[in-house]
């Protein structure tokens, strides 16, 4: 039933592409805007990159996340899967997994390719794939449990924003905060194991939240 609930949702963004391009597509256009409105200082450039680039990621993964469990909603699978023999939290661990597979997986790959422009170094690039790939699924968990919360009410998008935004500023934090370490020689160690550890902890955690917010918003 894990197994089924996973490829469905890979099926449902193979015949939706344009659910998974928008938020990549986003993604690379608030990207390239920043270069060109503060201007082409070389210096200037690479200090603001790490931020602008996890910034975008931030806003991208937030646009896509009232679809986690809409479509579910409207066409009575939610319901389903509620009755489901098998765990919801790890049918919502399914869910999450998948979205993150077509929507993050693609920030991530294409962050590298958009910091070219803002002139950083391979090691910096490195770093900051590194960083995504450990933040962006982070951002899907946290996601997910507001994006529960909000499930079904009059104003969903904009409370989910408000909700969900607090939890996503020490993610923001580590993962920007790695580059400018590794740019200043310090090393991204530290701020790769603190993403790291939250990421563990939240792929604990986070399927139970959403499981538990999703039978209160459907009682």
């Known amino acids: 039933m894990i197994g089924q609930v996973f490829r ?5 963004a193979w015949r939706r592409p344009g659910d998974t391009l928008l938020p990549l597509t986003f993604f690379v256009i608030v990207g390239s805007l920043f270069p060109l409105g503060v201007g ?8 603001i990159g790490p931020g602008v680039v996890w910034i975008a990621a ?5 646009l896509g996340l009232p679809r986690l469990f809409a479509a579910d909603q409207h ?10 023999p098998a765990p919801l939290t790890a049918l919502v661990a399914a869910k999450i997994a998948a979205q993150w597979l077509t929507c993050g997986l693609p920030l991530a790959l294409a962050a590298p390719v958009l910091a070219l422009g803002f002139g ?13 790939l450990l933040g962006t699924p982070l951002l899907h968990l946290l996601g997910a449990i507001s994006a529960a919360l ?18 996503y500023v020490p993610v ?11 740019a200043l020689g310090f090393g991204a160690g530290a ?25 209160i918003s459907l009682d």
């Open 58 to 62: 931030v806003l991208a993964t937030l």
């Open 172 to 182: 923001l934090i580590f993962g920007s905060g790695a580059v400018q370490a590794e």
């Open 75 to 84: 066409g009575g699978a939610l319901e389903q899967l509620l009755l489901s």
């Open 120 to 132: 950083l170094n391979f090691s910096d690039l490195a770093v900051l794939l590194a960083g995504l």
């Open 150 to 167: 909000t499930l079904g009410l009059r104003g969903g998008g904009a409370l989910l924003g408000l909700l969900v935004l607090p939890l």
């Open 40 to 47: 082409a200082e070389p210096a200037l450039l690479r200090a």
């Open 8 to 12: 469905r949702e890979l099926l449902l």
């Open 191 to 215: 701020n790769l194991s603190l993403l790291a550890a939250m990421l563990v902890l939240a792929s604990v955690f986070a399927p139970f939240a959403t499981a538990a917010a999703l039978r």
